[in-house]
């Protein structure tokens, strides 16, 4: 079965931890994305990479890194300097080119305490 | 920069109703149009999107789009809604040609009342 997998479902930290969301895909995909959902904000993006070993800030990058080392993992570490890291986090994925739809995971809810 | 406004935040309709989502950009070159669907407890999904042809899409379950280029629009329409429509919907833009990072609206709560 094709798709994308994220762990955990639910996520808690306490405050200054840096946290790592795990992202797998399994579709071949060259690019993946990390979103961040908000109430009332839509997706934003924080980073994305097109392909292996390489990855681009999207609009709200600071206090998170990556990292794309093997093409079908995209981990994103929360870093202590995100100063508002409680949201849902969604991973994703599609072809060469990136240009066409979008495959998203689950999401992973982080709540830091 | 690309931008995509959703007009309506909340909608809440009776079953058979029609629907009709606002979605506008702002891009002056040739857009990729997207909607996705995020129902209750599940992925976010593609509904339909919009490369080049007719400028009128159909997607899953019933639901259509018409890209207006005179107005910079996509609006996503039904013509009765189903409670299982509940959902929360996202216009979504990109630049056509080579990689460019698609921009998604704020989304629209749809609430379908049996």
């Known amino acids: 079965d094709g798709g994308i997998t994220q762990s955990p479902k639910y996520l808690f930290r306490k405050e200054g931890q840096n946290v790592t969301l795990s992202c797998e895909q399994n579709l071949n995909h060259d690019a993946m994305y990390w979103y961040r959902q908000d109430p009332g904000q839509g997706l934003r993006l924080i980073y994305y990479s097109q392909i292996v070993n390489d990855f681009q800030k999207g609009d709200i990058a600071e206090g998170y890194s990556v990292s794309r080392e093997k093409k079908e993992s995209f981990p994103l570490t929360v870093t202590s300097a995100q100063k508002n890291p409680t949201a849902f986090y969604l991973c994703?994925?599609?072809?060469?080119?990136?240009?066409?739809?979008?495959?998203f995971g689950p999401g992973t809810r982080l709540t830091v305490l | 920069a690309q931008s995509v406004s959703q007009h309506n935040h909340h909608v809440i309709l009776s079953e058979a109703a029609s629907l009709e989502l606002g979605c506008n950009y702002s891009?002056?070159?040739?857009?990729?149009l997207f909607w996705y669907v995020q129902y209750p407890g599940q992925h976010l999904q593609l509904l339909l999107k919009?490369?080049?042809?007719?400028?009128l899409v159909k997607g899953i379950k019933g639901f259509e789009a018409e890209f207006i280029k005179s107005k910079f629009s996509f609006n996503l329409r039904k013509p009765s809604v189903q409670w299982s429509d509940t959902a929360e919907y996202f216009c979504a833009v990109n630049a056509s040609g080579g990689y460019q990072k698609v921009t998604f609206g704020i989304g629209t709560k749809l609430q379908v009342i049996p």
């Open positions: 994703a994925s599609n072809g060469a080119g990136g240009w066409d739809e979008q495959f």
């Open positions: 891009y002056g070159g040739t857009v990729n």
């Open positions: 919009y490369f080049s042809g007719d400028p």
